[in-house]
């Protein structure tokens, strides 16, 4: 079955726009993650969503924000960007429950770079 | 405030050998952990995950150990191969009274391994 599909790979974006980034996850599963990987500090957690609520949320400001739709898919958007927001944002897909059997997969991420 | 650490950058093994990476973490509360692999311009893959009523999990050639209480766990790769070379990833994920899934994962900042021909 098809694997976690993220839109687009790269972005150019110049700094106080917004993007938006686009995550499919996997047939069949309900929840969707987010992360953002930068040198030096690893993969960090932004948010999660489970059947269109967002159920856990990491330590970002209120610029980063997240939307999933009935169909699963996700969205994540960023206002003001600022040069710091360049990163890799990984999203990832997994069933959402029962606990213990829900290792997370990952799309190939969209690479955004702010200048 | 980083509450998984993997304090090794780097580490290169000679192939045929034993790869051991390691993690530390803080947070008395993860219960859950895994060790994600990732390539370049390619996202974190998963390997093995490790429950923590567990000490020791294994599959195939890798094996992850759990000492609870030092909290530290292991990643062993044995024999290591030149296909292993990669970033590899710890993470570790909160208990959580609803018992749903363990998406909020806590990623350690990784270990570049590279594995010597």
């Known amino acids: 079955k098809a694997g976690v599909t993220q839109t687009p790979r790269y972005l150019i974006k110049t700094r106080g726009q917004q993007v938006t980034l686009s995550c499919s996850p996997i047939s069949g599963h309900r929840s969707v993650s987010w992360y953002q990987q930068t040198p030096g500090q690893g993969l960090q957690f932004l948010f999660e969503y489970f059947s269109e609520t967002q159920r856990n949320k990491g330590n970002f400001p209120g610029r980063f924000s997240g939307r999933q739709f009935s169909n699963s898919r996700s969205e994540m958007n960023v206002s003001t960007l600022e040069l710091g927001d360049s990163a890799l944002y990984l999203c990832?897909?997994?069933?959402?429950?029962?606990?213990?059997?829900?290792?997370?997969?990952f799309g190939q991420g969209t690479r955004l770079t702010v200048v | 405030d980083q509450q998984v650490k993997q304090n090794s950058p780097s580490l290169s093994v000679q192939e045929g050998r034993i790869s051991i990476l390691n993690c530390d973490y803080t947070?008395?509360?993860?219960?859950?952990f895994l060790w994600y692999k990732k390539y370049p311009a390619e996202g974190p893959t998963f390997l093995i995950s490790?429950?923590?009523?567990?000490d020791k999990n294994e599959d195939g050639r890798f094996t992850v150990f759990l000492n609870k209480s030092a909290k530290h766990l292991s990643l062993h790769i044995v024999p290591s191969q030149p296909g292993d070379s990669a970033v590899y990833f710890c993470?570790?994920?909160?208990?959580?009274?609803?018992?749903?899934?363990?998406?909020?994962?806590?990623f350690g900042t990784g270990t570049r391994l590279t594995i010597i021909p």
């Open positions: 947070n008395s509360m993860f219960d859950y």
């Open positions: 490790i429950s923590s009523i567990k």
């Open positions: 993470a570790a994920s909160p208990l959580t009274i609803s018992n749903f899934g363990n998406e909020k994962l806590t």
């Open positions: 990832a897909s997994s069933l959402g429950f029962p606990r213990g059997n829900t290792e997370a997969f």
